[in-house]
T-cell receptor, first 113, second 112 residues
């Protein structure tokens, strides 16, 4: 009965080699988020979708892109990963705007070599 | 500018004791204050949340105390257990905004 699924759970990529992380949800929620979480730090919001509307945080590097082809799926693309991009990437969902609870997936641990 | 400040950074409590984690916020427009629990290698999970129309909310061993005038809220874990050992994040948000401001986290270690 997994609600927010992230694949893969662990990803190793080389410096500068594009990588894509995926998130899917069975909750039919309108809003999907991508967070970056580095060790011993709070999750940092990268961007979110409200339906198809994309909302980028002002301090999210251009190196990070996202796609949401349908309600259930959302992808995080890192075009040229650097060593500083090694982190846990968390996907979360919530219902209509104003419904606050965010449901987080288990995360993808990204290692950059 | 950090919107939500959380303390302490780490906390060690004996089994059966009370764990207290504090958060303070700046923006008076915030109207939703959740606490998330995160175990190593897992995503955060909602533990308990409060809105500013009440001063306290209790769910089992977990209680949020909210002080609107002081712009502070805290999490109390009664009868702390080793299974409560995790990192706890407070957060704040406001209606229709679709964004959480997280505190920096508190790593709780409950010793048996």
């Amino acid at each position: 009965d997994a609600m927010v699924i992230q694949n893969p759970r662990y990803q190793v990529t080389q410096f500068g080699k594009p990588v894509t992380l995926s998130c899917s949800q069975t909750l039919n929620h309108n809003v999907m988020y991508w967070y970056q979480q580095k060790s011993s730090q709070a999750p940092k919001l990268l961007f979110h979708y409200y339906d198809k509307d994309f909302n980028n945080e002002a301090d999210t590097p251009d190196n990070f892109q996202s796609r949401r082809p349908n309600t259930s799926f959302c992808f995080l693309d890192i075009r040229s990963p650097g060593l500083g991009d090694a982190a846990m990437y968390l996907c979360a969902t919530s219902t209509e705007a104003g419904a606050y609870e965010q449901y987080f997936g288990p995360g993808t641990r990204l290692t950059v070599t | 500018q950090q919107q939500v400040k959380q303390s302490p950074q780490s906390l060690i409590v004996q089994k059966g004791g009370i764990s207290i984690i504090n958060c303070a916020y700046e923006n008076t427009a915030f109207d939703y204050f959740p606490w998330y629990q995160q175990f190593p290698g897992k995503g955060p999970a909602l533990l308990i949340a409060i809105r500013p129309d009440v001063s306290e909310k209790k769910e089992g061993r977990f209680t949020i105390s909210f002080n609107k005038s002081a712009k502070q809220f805290s999490l109390h874990i009664m009868d702390s257990q080793p299974g409560d050992s995790a990192t706890y994040f407070c957060a704040a948000s406001r209606w229709n905004f679709n964004k959480f401001y997280f505190g920096s986290g508190t790593k709780l270690n409950v010793k048996p």
